[in-house]
């Protein structure tokens, strides 16, 4: 691949594009009281409050939710894929950690 | 028929919907998404808005009149809206301070209408009151960080409070029609409004050093059904379907 990678750029060196810079936030949704905040997607904003009005746009349209949380993406550690093995693989022989040996009433729901 | 009450319904309604058009030709078109979904949330509730207002208009005419007719068989000099909604989305910064400039009007207009004898505008004017205040939220923030932002978006954005602000007098200026139907207790009387409305507006620019001139259109007079060239374009491609089609239906 040959690429020019000096392009000429034009005289008036002005910025192309300024969306292409604002920083990607997480978006988490409570759907009504009492219930958890949800992940239901991310977006772009300049700052904290421009990304809570544009998830209120993006994602409330259709009464989704009472409450958002936005957190900035780069703000989250997330686990390496490539050491899947060693962090979730150890858990799949121990169904003894599951609650699942229990009579429940019939009354107990979401459980 | 109450001509007058059908008329200031139409004066009410028609900033909406001609707002509401322009709007929707950025459907898609948005600088981002997150604003291009904002922007034409805000159409969908301006046109919700103009679906009340014209559904009531219909109702007082009576004859064959229908929201559709009211919305699309009409002509230039039928339409009683603004100049400042019929201007071009000529970049973002025309598109915000245009509707920075009508959401701090509305708000007040919608607030006052709440207190209307008719029980109709008052209950339309309930129900618009909340959309028009995140409206304004979202314009007034978006002038600040455009003013606020950089040199080039605080130059594009003097320029387009330059071109906008002469027009923004006309939202705030009585017609006859406006006057007797306040003097009824059905209408705002636009001149209460006068001072917080140009508080609100210059604050704002103030805050974000944006110069707005005391500049005043004189041939701002939409409200009485003259317009810009602009209006013909918009009803053009609004009013196709209908013309082209009469009757038609989904």
Redesign the interface.
């Known amino acids: 691949m040959n690429k020019d990678k000096n392009p000429q750029t034009p005289k008036t060196s ?1 910025p192309q594009n ?2 292409t810079e ?1 920083p990607l936030w997480e978006v988490f949704i409570r759907s009504k009281n009492g219930l958890e905040h949800r992940h239901v997607g991310s ?4 700052d904290a ?2 990304a809570i ?2 998830a209120r ?2 994602y409330t ?1 259709r009464q989704e939710g009472v409450s958002i949380w936005v957190v900035e993406s780069r703000n989250i550690t997330a686990s390496n894929p490539e050491n899947s093995g060693e962090l979730f693989e150890p858990a799949k022989d121990k169904i003894y950690r599951h609650p699942t040996f229990y009579e429940l009433p019939i009354e107990l729901k979401h459980i | 028929m109450d001509q007058d009450l059908y008329k200031y319904l139409l004066i009410l309604g028609d900033n909406s919907m001609i707002l509401g058009h322009r709007l929707s030709e950025l459907c898609g078109h948005g600088p981002t998404l997150e604003t291009d979904i904002a922007l034409t949330n805000i159409s969908l509730d301006l046109f919700g808005q103009v679906r009340s207002y014209y559904q009531y208009a219909a109702k007082i005419k009576g004859e064959e009149s229908t929201e559709d007719s009211i919305a699309f068989l009409r002509t230039e000099r039928q339409y009683y809206n603004c100049i400042l909604v019929e201007q071009e989305n000529t970049n973002f910064a025309h598109v915000i301070v245009r509707q920075f400039l009508f959401d701090a009007q509305h708000q007040l207009l919608l607030e006052s209408l709440t207190q209307s004898q008719d029980e109709t505008i008052a209950a339309i004017a309930q129900k618009s009151l909340k959309e028009s205040k995140y409206h304004l939220r979202f314009s007034s923030e978006w002038v600040k960080r455009l003013g606020d932002g950089t040199e080039e978006s605080h130059q594009k954005t003097q320029e387009a409070v330059e071109h906008l602000y002469p027009f923004a007098h006309e939202l705030v200026t009585n017609t006859s029609i406006e006057t007797r139907m306040n003097e009824k207790g059905i209408g705002t009387n636009l001149d209460d409004l006068k001072e917080e409305y140009y508080k609100t507006v210059i604050d704002v620019f103030e805050e974000v050093g944006l110069v707005a001139k005391d500049l005043k259109n004189r041939f701002a007079k939409g409200k009485s059904g003259q317009h810009t060239e602009r209006l013909g374009y918009i009803l053009g491609e609004l009013q196709y379907m209908q013309r082209a089609y009469p009757n038609m239906q989904w």
């Not at chain 1, 977006?43 to 300049?46: G, N, P, Q, R």
């Open positions: 002005k300024h969306t604002w977006l772009h904003a300049a409050d421009m009005e544009n746009d993006v349209r």
